[in-house]
């Protein structure tokens, strides 16, 4: 079957009526993503892509009310392939653990809170996928099994023992590891923000590579040179202004917009830079569902 899109440049009419159907849908598939990558912004990539394969395969699926839990498996299986990269997933677990996080002595249960949903970044992948998938968004075993490509048994297994280990961690301190800080990278996002605020498109443009990839949600993928970016921001009907920040440790762009007498972040973006150049950017405008998941938001100097 040939793909009914092309993930790249501006998306078509059809891709964008598909994101409306699941549009219900999608803050739950990033709190899952988000709880499987231990990453805000990670889970954000990862879901966009699960759905890129989600319409270019939507005629297999011959029953629409099996949407749901056909997009949580494709989800999860992007999930599985993001964490089979050891090193994302070491950096994953370092960033997601809090000191302040005390668990109840008894295993999570349907009741799990947002501090036991966080924790599970500690377990391994397919216990992390079925103590998230029953005890916080109260799939049935059989629906698990499918899911995760297991057995009823083998659910209750991991279940278990997942359970167990979650409930072991009250026993000693959680350390938390400060992510390490790039001098260069902070200084090229300050000057970017800088030229951002000022409409000087062509002095941000010099800080990007000739060949500088960019996603913006629901909208485009591709080359930076060839897309309508900097046009749409200049014509915005809503007021904004860009700093830097943090989402969950990791240093990102924030754009704000005014509330009240202050100013209050509405979506982040993701710059990535090699050799003092930035070579890719992430703007998550259309993902409202972002900014609350987050554990942990830093604004510097919102007013």
Known sequence: MQPRL????LFDV???????T?????GRLHRYCARMTGSTLDAEDVMQEALFEAYRKIEKLDDTSALRPWLFRIAHNRCIDFLRNRQVRERAEAVFVEEEIILPVEPAGRGADRAIERLVIHLPPKERACVLLKDVFDYSLEEIADLVGSTVGGVKAALSRGRSKLAALT????VRSEPQRDPELSRLLSRYVDLFNRRDWDG?????????QLRVADCFRGQ???SPYFVEYEKAQVTWKMI?????GEAVLLVLHPSGDRWKPAHPVRIEAADGIINRIADYY???WMMPEAAKVVIANPT
């Open 6 to 9: 092309s993930p790249t440049g």
């Open 171 to 174: 026993n000693g301190p959680i």
């Open 204 to 212: 941000v443009r010099a800080l990007t590579s000739a060949d500088a």
């Open 22 to 26: 699941v549009a219900y849908l999608r």
């Open 224 to 226: 930076l040179s060839e």
């Open 14 to 20: 059809r891709y964008a009526a598909f994101l409306e």
């Open 286 to 288: 259309a993902c409202p």
């Open 244 to 248: 830097v920040g943090e989402i969950d």
